[in-house]
C-alpha cells in the first residue's frame, strides 16, 4: 500500500480498496477524541491552511474541527475576495500556493474551478487536500460517507446504493470511483439533463462498476441497502458564490425525492439515508425522525474522517 505521509488527496479514482481501510482504520482510533470532545497533541506542531474559494459550512468547518482535535493550529480564508486571488489582482493559484506553502503544513483547498486543486499540488511542497472543486470531485466528503455505511453495515460489499440528484455533482463522481474497489451495485437517478458526464461513465465501465440508470426513485428503493441523496435543485458549482436572490430555486420532482410515505411503502427496513447536506426539498424534514436517517451521524463522521486524513498525510498515523 502506498504511504499517505505527504500525499495529497485531490480524487478517489485511483485509491485502492487496501486504502479505504486503512483511512477507516485510523478513524476507528481516532475517533475517541471527539466522542469525548477533548483534544489531543497529536499534531501540535503542525498547521493547517485552510483556502476556501467557494463558500461551506460543513467541510471548512469539520476540517478546522479535525485539526484542533489533534491539537494542531489552524489558519485560512473563507471568502477569496479578502485575498489578492479575489480582487483586482485575481492572483493565480501558483502565486497563491507558493506563499500559502510557507504558512502551513498541508493545505485544505474548496474551488468553484474543477482541478484548481490538483493545480495546486502542482505547485505546493505540502499536501493538498481537495475540499471540492466545481464540478469535479469531493474526496473527503465520500470518504466520510463510505466510513459511515461502514460503521452501520460493517462492510461495504455486497450493497445496493441508490445514488439520487445531479450526476453532475462532484460527491457522485467520487462515490461512483470508489465503488470500483466494493462489491457494490449503484442504481443512479438522475434528471436526463443531470446525468454522470460521459468521462465519467467511460472511466467507471473501465473500472467494471456495476451501475444502472433508473428513472425514478419509486422504481428501485426497495433494493437499496444505502440512499445517497443530493439536491437536484442546485447551485451552480462553477461560480464562486451564487445569490441566493436571483438563484432560480424550483422544487424537486416527486421522481427525485425521498419521503417518508416512500420509505414506509417501499424501502428496506434497515436501509439508511446519506445525504452529504445542504438539502433542499429532494429530503423533507419529517424524514429526520426515521430509522433510515443517518445523515447527523454522516456530519459527525466528517470531523472524524478528516482527524483521520490529516493525522496520515502529517505522518502522524501509519
Ligand atoms: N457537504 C458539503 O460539502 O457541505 P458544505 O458545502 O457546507 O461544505
Partial sequence: MRSFQGRDILSLKDFERDEYLEIFRVADELKVYAEKRSNADLLRSKTLLTAFYQPSTRTRLATEAAMHRLGGHVLGFSDAKMTRA???????????????????????MRHYQQGAPAEAARWASVPVINCGDGWGEHPTQVLTDLYTIWK??????GLTVLCVGDGRMRTMHSIVYAMSQFDMEAALVFPPDMSLPEEIKADIDARNVHYREVESVDKCIEEADVIYMEPVVQADYTKSRVDPENADKGLTPAAYKVTRELLRSKAKSNAIIL??????DELPTDVD?????????????????????????LGAAE
Fill in 86 to 108: 479575489g480582487d483586482f489582482y485575481q492572483e493565480s493559484i501558483k502565486d497563491t500556493v507558493h506563499m500559502l506553502e510557507y504558512y502551513g503544513d498541508v493545505i485544505a
Fill in 289 to 313: 425522525s426515521t430509522r433510515h436517517a443517518r445523515y447527523w451521524f454522516e456530519a459527525y463522521n466528517g470531523v472524524v474522517m478528516r482527524m483521520a486524513l490529516l493525522a496520515l498525510v
Fill in 152 to 157: 452501520d453495515k460493517g462492510t461495504l460489499d
Fill in 275 to 280: 445525504h452529504s447536506l445542504p438539502r433542499m
